[in-house]
């Protein structure tokens, strides 16, 4: 059975204070590894695409990387408006269009 | 601004009565997926849609649930009869599915379903 971990379940944080948020992945046939942020009350909103072992991918503070087994979501000098739950979800071979989420790392930045 | 809109956007109800929850992708999405949102179960996908045809619905309690599109601007998720264990915040997305390649989803701001 697919599995996406994510860790930890919540991290707190000082304005300025770098860190990596984690998302692990046993699957069969990886198509896609997604990360999306979700603020309360809202919907997840899309942030990356990666695909294969070796791929980066950048947005302002937000660096996502991805391995055989994980990815990570690095945060460089985070601000309070990063403040968010960030999900990670996979697609794999035999599901379609089929995501599996992560159950999410609650990010809070404090000033 | 294209987005994914949702009706209703709270509902409250009784064990028993039936709900329907409204979708409205975004023009020109041929993939719409529904996803239930709890605090024990993250993320769950309900059933998907591509082209308006039914792809998916093996996360869907069959009984009691059931999903449509009548047409490319409306997709629908009912529940009947409905449960407490329903309670959740019920998403819907949609996204421009070419070939392999998923492609960015966009979501709703969700239905908060509490059933009493």
């Known amino acids: 059975e697919d599995q996406v971990t994510q860790s930890p379940e919540a991290l707190r944080l000082q304005e300025g204070e770098s860190s990596s948020l984690n998302c692990s992945y046993t699957?069969?046939?990886?198509?896609?590894l997604f990360w999306y942020r979700q603020d309360p009350g809202k919907g997840p909103e899309f942030l990356f695409t990666?695909?294969?072992a070796g791929e980066e991918k950048e947005k302002e503070r937000l660096k996502a990387t991805l391995t055989k087994k994980e990815s990570f979501l690095h945060i460089t000098a985070p601000k309070p408006e990063d403040s968010a739950t960030y999900l990670c979800a996979v697609r794999v071979e035999t599901s379609g269009s089929r995501l599996t989420f992560g159950e999410g790392t609650q990010l809070t930045v404090n000033p | 601004d294209a987005r994914v809109t949702q009706t209703p956007r709270h509902k409250v109800t009784e064990m028993g009565q039936e709900v329907t929850m409204r979708c409205q992708p975004i023009l020109g999405h041929n993939t719409v997926f529904w996803y239930r949102q709890t605090m024990m179960q993250g993320l769950e996908l309900l059933a998907y849609?591509?082209?308006?045809?039914?792809?998916?619905d093996s996360g869907m309690p069959k009984d009691r649930f059931s999903a449509e599109m009548p047409d490319a601007t409306l997709a629908t998720l009912k529940i009947q009869p409905s449960e407490p264990r329903d309670s959740a915040v019920y998403f819907c997305?949609?996204?421009?599915?070419?070939?392999?390649?998923?492609?960015?989803?966009?979501f709703g701001e969700g239905s908060r379903l509490t059933v009493l």
């Open positions: 849609f591509r082209n308006r045809a039914p792809l998916d």
């Open positions: 699957v069969s046939g990886l198509r896609g």
């Open positions: 990666l695909y294969s």
């Open positions: 997305a949609s996204g421009l599915v070419l070939g392999q390649s998923t492609g960015e989803l966009f």
